[in-house]
C-alpha cells in the first residue's frame, strides 16, 4: 500500500514557499518509493517544477486504496498552472490514445475551464489527436444548454468550440429532461458506451473508469454537486445523480457519484486563491475528522490524483 503525496513546486515560486514546503526539499531516505517521483517528473518534465517528496505521516490522505498516488503541484502563478495543466492533459491523451485508442476526458464547471485554455493553443491545438477524445460532465446544471448557468456552454465557449473533437464524442446532458430524467438518461448513455468499448469499467469497483477527470472544487471543498453534508454524498449504487436542492445555484443539477470519480486512472484538481485554502488545508491535513468534505472523499481505487493549485490555495498549509 502507497500512502505517500509527492510535493512538486514551481521553481520559480521557492523563494516565496511557506518554510515547510522549502524545508523538505531534501526528502530523507525513509520516505516514498522514488519510481513514484520518476514518473511525476517525467510527466511535468516542461512545467519546470522541482518534485519534492513528504513522509506519508505530513501529506497523508485518508486510507488510500492499493495502488492510488497523490501528488500537491504548487504553481506561483495560475498562468504556470495552466501551462502544465495543458501538458499533463496532452500526454495523457497521447498515453491513452495509443492504449486504448480513446481518451475519455470528464470536465467540471467553474473555473478549471479556463485552467484549460493552453491546450487550444499552439503545440497542443496541432498535436493533440482530438479525434480520440470522448468529453464528459461530472456534473451539469438542469438548464437549457445555451442558458448562462449551463456548464456545456461555459465549456464550449471556452474550450470546445475552440477544439476539433467531433460533436457526436461530446455527451452533454438531454436538457429537455427533468434533473431525475437527465441522470438516468446519462447513466444510461454511459452504460452504451462501455458496451461498446469507449468507455473502460474498473475491473475492481464495477463502476466505469474514466480516463482522466478534470475538476474543480468550491471553497466549502465541494466536488462535483456533491456538497458537505449532503446524502448524496454516500450515494453508492448509481453512476449519475440528481439532485433538487444544491446549496450553490442553480439548484437543480445531475452529478457522477463517488464510486465513478473513485474509480478513475487520473483526477486532477484544480484549485486556485485564497478562497480556497481553508478547504485545501483540511484536505490535505493529516488529521481528519468525522465531518469529512467531499474532496476529503476522493480517494482513488487505483489512480493518480493530482492536486493542481497556486500559492494562495496553499497558503493555510503552513498551519
Ligand atoms: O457546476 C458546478 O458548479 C461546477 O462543476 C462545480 O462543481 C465547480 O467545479 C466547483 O464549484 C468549483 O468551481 P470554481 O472553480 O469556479 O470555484
Redesign the pocket.
Given at each position: 500500500m502507497s500512502t505517500s503525496m509527492s510535493v512538486s513546486v514551481s521553481a520559480a515560486a521557492s523563494s516565496s514557499l511557506p518554510p515547510l514546503l522549502a524545508r523538505r526539499r531534501s526528502p530523507p531516505a525513509s520516505l516514498a518509493p522514488v519510481r513514484s517521483l520518476r514518473s511525476r517528473s517525467r510527466l511535468l518534465s516542461s512545467a519546470r517544477t522541482t518534485p519534492v517528496l513528504l513522509p506519508a505521516a505530513a501529506m497523508a490522505a485518508p486510507a488510500p486504496a492499493a495502488s492510488s498516488k497523490r501528488d500537491l503541484l504548487i504553481f506561483d502563478a495560475e498562468e504556470n498552472l495552466a501551462v502544465a495543466l495543458a501538458k499533463y492533459t496532452a500526454d495523457l491523451s497521447a498515453k491513452f490514445a495509443a492504449e486504448r485508442g480513446a481518451f475519455t476526458v470528464v470536465l467540471?464547471?467553474?473555473?478549471?475551464i479556463y485552467a484549460l485554455r493552453k491546450l487550444t493553443e499552439a503545440p497542443y491545438l496541432e498535436t493533440v489527436d482530438w479525434s480520440k477524445w470522448h468529453v464528459f460532465w461530472?456534473?451539469e446544471?438542469v438548464v437549457p444548454k445555451d442558458h448562462e448557468d449551463s456548464?456545456y456552454k461555459l465549456a464550449l465557449d471556452g474550450f470546445l468550440s475552440k477544439v476539433p473533437i467531433p460533436a457526436g464524442q461530446v455527451y452533454a446532458i438531454n436538457d429537455a429532461l427533468s434533473a431525475e430524467g437527465a441522470a438516468e438518461d446519462y447513466e444510461t448513455i454511459l452504460k452504451q458506451l462501455v458496451k461498446n468499448g469507449v468507455l473502460a469499467m474498473s475491473k475492481t469497483t464495477g463502476f466505469p473508469r474514466f480516463d482522466l477527470q478534470l475538476?474543480?472544487?468550491?471553497p466549502d471543498g465541494?466536488?462535483?454537486?456533491l456538497f458537505p453534508g449532503h446524502p448524496l454524498v454516500k450515494e453508492n449504487t448509481k453512476w449519475v445523480t440528481h439532485i433538487l436542492d444544491s446549496p450553490?445555484p442553480p439548484p437543480q443539477?445531475i452529478t457522477f457519484t463517488f464510486p465513478v470519480i473513485n474509480s478513475s486512472a487520473y483526477v486532477a484538481m484544480v484549485v486556485t486563491g485564497a478562497g480556497k485554502a481553508g478547504a485545501v488545508q483540511k484536505a490535505i491535513s493529516d488529521k481528519k475528522t468525522s465531518d469529512l468534505l467531499p474532496v476529503e472523499m476522493a480517494i482513488l481505487d487505483d489512480g493518480e490524483f493530482t492536486w493542481f493549485t497556486d500559492k494562495e490555495a496553499v497558503s493555510m498549509l503552513q498551519n
Amino acid at each position: 500500500m502507497s500512502t505517500s503525496m509527492s510535493v512538486s513546486v514551481s521553481a520559480a515560486a521557492s523563494s516565496s514557499l511557506p518554510p515547510l514546503l522549502a524545508r523538505r526539499r531534501s526528502p530523507p531516505a525513509s520516505l516514498a518509493p522514488v519510481r513514484s517521483l520518476r514518473s511525476r517528473s517525467r510527466l511535468l518534465s516542461s512545467a519546470r517544477t522541482t518534485p519534492v517528496l513528504l513522509p506519508a505521516a505530513a501529506m497523508a490522505a485518508p486510507a488510500p486504496a492499493a495502488s492510488s498516488k497523490r501528488d500537491l503541484l504548487i504553481f506561483d502563478a495560475e498562468e504556470n498552472l495552466a501551462v502544465a495543466l495543458a501538458k499533463y492533459t496532452a500526454d495523457l491523451s497521447a498515453k491513452f490514445a495509443a492504449e486504448r485508442g480513446a481518451f475519455t476526458v470528464v470536465l467540471s464547471g467553474g473555473s478549471l475551464i479556463y485552467a484549460l485554455r493552453k491546450l487550444t493553443e499552439a503545440p497542443y491545438l496541432e498535436t493533440v489527436d482530438w479525434s480520440k477524445w470522448h468529453v464528459f460532465w461530472v456534473d451539469e446544471r438542469v438548464v437549457p444548454k445555451d442558458h448562462e448557468d449551463s456548464n456545456y456552454k461555459l465549456a464550449l465557449d471556452g474550450f470546445l468550440s475552440k477544439v476539433p473533437i467531433p460533436a457526436g464524442q461530446v455527451y452533454a446532458i438531454n436538457d429537455a429532461l427533468s434533473a431525475e430524467g437527465a441522470a438516468e438518461d446519462y447513466e444510461t448513455i454511459l452504460k452504451q458506451l462501455v458496451k461498446n468499448g469507449v468507455l473502460a469499467m474498473s475491473k475492481t469497483t464495477g463502476f466505469p473508469r474514466f480516463d482522466l477527470q478534470l475538476l474543480g472544487m468550491g471553497p466549502d471543498g465541494h466536488i462535483a454537486s456533491l456538497f458537505p453534508g449532503h446524502p448524496l454524498v454516500k450515494e453508492n449504487t448509481k453512476w449519475v445523480t440528481h439532485i433538487l436542492d444544491s446549496p450553490k445555484p442553480p439548484p437543480q443539477r445531475i452529478t457522477f457519484t463517488f464510486p465513478v470519480i473513485n474509480s478513475s486512472a487520473y483526477v486532477a484538481m484544480v484549485v486556485t486563491g485564497a478562497g480556497k485554502a481553508g478547504a485545501v488545508q483540511k484536505a490535505i491535513s493529516d488529521k481528519k475528522t468525522s465531518d469529512l468534505l467531499p474532496v476529503e472523499m476522493a480517494i482513488l481505487d487505483d489512480g493518480e490524483f493530482t492536486w493542481f493549485t497556486d500559492k494562495e490555495a496553499v497558503s493555510m498549509l503552513q498551519n
